[in-house]
């Protein structure tokens, strides 16, 4: 039976008990906790499904801040009758997307990414309340879907296909690319608003319509997005069903996983339920990219310049609270520096001020839900079962919301279980390596490929790390961190990441159709490879 829910990095909710439901109710009866929510058109109840109009059917779903566990606001998902209707809306409204010349529908993008600059403080606040990464990060995956609107709206005018030589007198050889249909897209809690942003703005100027289903903890940003997108097709008269939304929990996903309609299912979350997916989207002969998790490592070499890469570090290990799926989980110190990173390490993490995401100058904030502690909890135990030294954090925070403390932990063996576990939480495990080939070969031991750095100043073992001996990672960095990457390249890993390709380079064909076309114009007809059939 597929059920996303027991298997998504975080549960489809929050557990909550009556006490804070209650709680929840009477707080959100009187008015939003946040008023300035309203100016992202949201209010204490909000419908959680468009698709040309809003409605919703289904569960009723309170989202709570991360950072006090307080109630924010409540969204109505999408029941399987909302679902319905909503892949029958988008269809229709294909009919009329597809029609558009692709500059034309580079120019609807080019007035989302203006939508969203209007509303980007906005909405990077509401990121920061709802999925609890600190403001400027919030900020930061805003300004990514805004900067692939403007790499979105380029395309609209440069992609397709060549004209190849035809080994036939008087005969074209021609690659056409068609727009698919209409593309599912499942995100995750941890990039509420850049994954999904990443996926519609090239999946609309390739000519396709959008079904988006956010993660069931980060439905007002869902709700707030899709608000900024449909006033945009309204106002060029176009149906708004042309990116609708529909959000919910593992039915809906296992609704889009299946459906046929939907001629490519976009997904991001984790390896198990990525596996689950990739099975029931190829079942039916469908297409299916994904973007699973990672175990990224950092290799720092005696000649690494030290200035860098400790605060590349800090950012990719204690940045978004180690939530990202590009986050550094292994650091692989040579040798000789190993002792005196991790010094230097300790205190740069000192020095990491912990608070309210929302205020300007915390750099850490909590993780997303109270399940992201226990697993915090169980790996630190597991770590230190297995070999590991807690050198710095290791302890939940006494504060209200989920809070735990950036970790550290030395001294364990490149191929202990907890090391090449992906737990999704601020815990580095620093290892100490004798050789280059040694490094490379932990870092592909890994049994995902999504992120990996080098930090050397030796030309020849940076090309080594490029080559086909070197990284097997999508991402393969020299001298800055696993994270952050750009959108002009095309984000995604090997192995049980899933081999999937996002955002810029070339991403774009899997949005696509390709049709090989040989055209014909002579009265002669020559067979290929000189056959002659008389
Ligand atoms: C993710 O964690 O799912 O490279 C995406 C980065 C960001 C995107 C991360 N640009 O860290």
Known sequence: MFRLSTLLRVPAFPPTNRALSAMASSLLAEQPTFSWLQDLGLGVDNKGVYNGKWGGRGQVVTSYSPASNEPIARVQQASLEDYEETVKAAKEAWHVWADLPAPKRGEIVRQIGDALRKKSTLLGKLVSLEMGKIAVEGLGEVQEY???????????????????????????????????????????????????????????????????????????????VTRILSEVFQSNKLPGAICSLTCGGSDIGAAMARDERLELLSFTGSTAVGKQVAV???ERFGRVLLELGGNNAIIAMDDAD?????????????????QRCTSTRRLMLHESIHDTVVERLLKAYKQVRIGDPLEPNTLYGPLHTKQAMETYKTAVEQAQQQGGKVVYGGKVIDRPGNYVE???????????????????VPILYVLKFK????????????????????????????????????????????????????????????????????????????????????????????????????
């Open 146 to 224: 805004i900067d692939i609107c403007d790499y979105a709206v380029g395309l609209s005018r440069m992609f397709g296909g060549p004209m190849l030589p035809s080994e036939r007198a008087g005969h074209a050889l021609v690659e056409m690319w068609n727009p698919l249909g209409l593309v599912g897209i499942i995100t995750a809690f941890n990039f509420p608003v850049a994954v999904s942003g990443w996926n519609t703005a090239i999946a609309l100027v390739c000519g396709n319509c959008c079904l988006w289903k956010g993660a069931p903890t980060t439905p007002l940003t869902s709700v707030a």
């Open 280 to 282: 029931t989207v190829k």
């Open 306 to 322: 030290l200035d860098m890469l400790v605060p590349s570090v800090l950012f990719a290990a204690v940045g978004t609270a180690g």
């Open 406 to 424: 950036p970790t550290i932990i030395t001294g364990m063996q490149h191929n202990a279980p907890m090391v090449l576990t992906e737990t999704f």
């Open 435 to 534: 050789n280059f080939e040694e490094a490379i070969s932990w870092n592909n031991e890994a049994k995902q490929g999504l992120s990996s750095s080098l930090f050397t100043k030796d030309l020849g073992r940076i090309f080594k790390w490029l080559g086909p001996k070197g990284s097997d990672c999508g991402i393969v960095n020299v001298n800055i961190p696993t994270s952050g990457a750009e959108i002009g390249g095309a984000f995604g890993g090997e192995k049980h990441t899933g081999g999937g390709r996002e955002s810029g380079s070339d991403a774009w064909k899997q949005y696509m159709h390709r049709s090989t076309c040989t055209i014909n114009y002579t009265k002669e007809l020559p067979l290929a490879q000189g056959i002659k059939f008389e």
